[in-house]
């Protein structure tokens, strides 16, 4: 039977919140770590393949390659009836980012009159009005993310931002057409291909607005955007299948916790999580002249602490000003080139000392993880919190929770484990 959807997610935490969300809803989802090979067969009867990706941050042309690579695959081999582009609910893209020129190249290769653009997750703040797009009723160029280490949103306006990344025109579907229901979406949709609009941004305000949108979209070959949509699609598509088995922990359970995202939320949950459990900051110098006898002496204290009540914590984490001040002294690319390679060390040096649970934050710190553990395929198991599951490896067995930055509340560290007992 052919697959539903396949989804090339930009980002490892991205790939675990769409297929979360789908999960949730019934779907039977298969989470695969990395690109396929071109000559892996599939003969699995799922509902969603979600492949995850590292090309958030990548220049266009890599992004592009790696992503019809994907399409190749997902097409040509699991027969994926959609393809749904996931990327950040906050649009993490900068002019010179590659969600345009991605999305572009998708459609010249499906041969579609367009795609629709849906970043919104109302369940976790992210709406879209008036194009404009809004973390927590706040516009997202003054929520924070404008300080983002690596994609520094200073624009809300999601037409404006898509327009520098495509010569292809933009449009918008407004809220109050989306308000109306699915005939007047279809219309809507009809009068933007007439137009010549390629990439269509829609409003969504609310889980009825996606709701809405799924119903109209269920049969488009195209959709981007972010796991909300993903979910709805999902729940329109089938009946409830109920709860899939329990997949169980690892045990004995040795976990540590990771965390290399600066976003607000992720500040917040490492000031909370560090005034009770093990816990060190990472050293940029260190990181850049004195890497592996460095992640060696880490990973002996995180032994040492292992079977604390609480994991030990280890994090790169560091508010606003003290980020710019790493990033003037030692630059922003090798600084961050030289803390994802100590977590790279660190993940593969606790692995074989016995660690078999990591909780994860930060996006590019996650796909570090994944790719130093060389897993190829992964089950999804209950959310700890919106958008975050907990992931299960079988072979070697792991139990992983991958958080996108400012997701989950300032316990989330706390939560994650009380899931392992």
Same mark, same amino acid.
């Given at each position: 039977m052919p697959v539903t959807t396949g989804v090339i997610a930009d980002d490892f935490t991205g790939a675990t919140d769409i297929a979360s969300f789908m999960a949730e809803q019934g779907w039977r989802v298969a989470l695969l770590p990395g690109m396929p090979d071109a000559a892996q067969p599939w003969n699995e009867e799922v509902d969603a393949i979600v492949i995850s990706l590292k090309s958030r941050s990548l220049a266009a042309d890599q992004a592009i390659d790696q992503s019809l690579r994907c399409w190749q695959w997902l097409h040509n081999t699991a027969g994926a009836q959609q393809i749904y582009f996931k990327y950040c609910s906050t649009f993490d893209s900068t002019p010179a980012g590659n969600i345009g020129p991605v999305s572009?190249?998708?459609? #010249? /290769?499906? &041969?579609?009159?367009?795609?629709?653009?849906?970043?919104?997750?109302?369940?976790?703040g992210r709406t879209v009005i008036h194009g404009h797009l809004f973390v927590n009723g706040v516009l997202l160029n003054e929520s924070g993310m404008e300080k983002h280490p690596l994609n520094p949103m200073t624009d809300a306006n999601l037409i404006r931002l898509l327009a520098a990344q495509t010569p292809r025109t933009v449009g918008r579907i407004d809220l109050s057409t989306i308000q109306k229901g699915v005939e007047a979406v279809t219309h809507a949709l009809d009068r933007c291909q007439s137009e010549g609009v390629r990439h269509v941004i829609v409003d969504t305000f609310s889980e009825a607005d996606l709701h809405t949108l799924a119903q109209a979209l269920r049969h488009t070959p195209l959709l981007a955007g972010g796991s909300g949509l993903g979910g709805a699609l999902a729940a329109c598509a089938?009946?409830?299948?109920?709860? #899939? /088995?329990? &997949?169980?922990?690892?045990?004995?359970?040795?976990?540590?916790?990771?965390s290399g995202s600066c976003s607000t939320m992720s500040n917040r949950q490492v000031n909370r999580y560090k005034a009770q459990a093990a816990s060190r900051l990472l050293d940029v110098a260190r990181c850049l002249t004195d890497a592996e006898r460095y992640s060696d002496e880490l990973s002996l204290w995180a032994m040492a602490h292992v079977d604390d009540a609480l994991a030990p914590l280890i994090y790169a984490t560091q508010p606003p000003e003290a980020l710019k001040r790493i990033q003037q002294e030692y630059g922003e690319q090798p600084a961050s080139r030289a803390i994802e390679h100590t977590f790279a060390r660190l993940t593969a040096k606790l692995q074989a000392a016995g660690v078999n649970g990591f909780i994860v934050a930060g996006g590019e710190t996650s796909g570090t993880v994944v790719e130093a553990l060389q897993v190829s395929r992964l089950a999804v198991g209950k959310a700890i919190a919106p958008g975050v599951p907990w992931v299960f490896?079988?072979?070697?067995?792991?139990?992983?929770?991958?958080?996108?930055?400012?997701?989950?509340?300032?316990?989330f560290f706390f939560t994650a484990q009380e899931h392992t007992s």
């Open positions: 572009d190249a998708l459609m #010249e /290769a499906m &041969h579609t009159p367009y795609i629709i653009h849906c970043p919104a997750l109302p369940q976790n089938t009946p409830q299948r109920g709860q #899939e /088995a329990a &997949h169980p922990f690892p045990t004995p359970a040795k976990t540590v916790v990771f490896s079988a072979e070697p067995p792991l139990a992983l929770a991958l958080k996108s930055g400012n997701f989950g509340d300032e316990d």
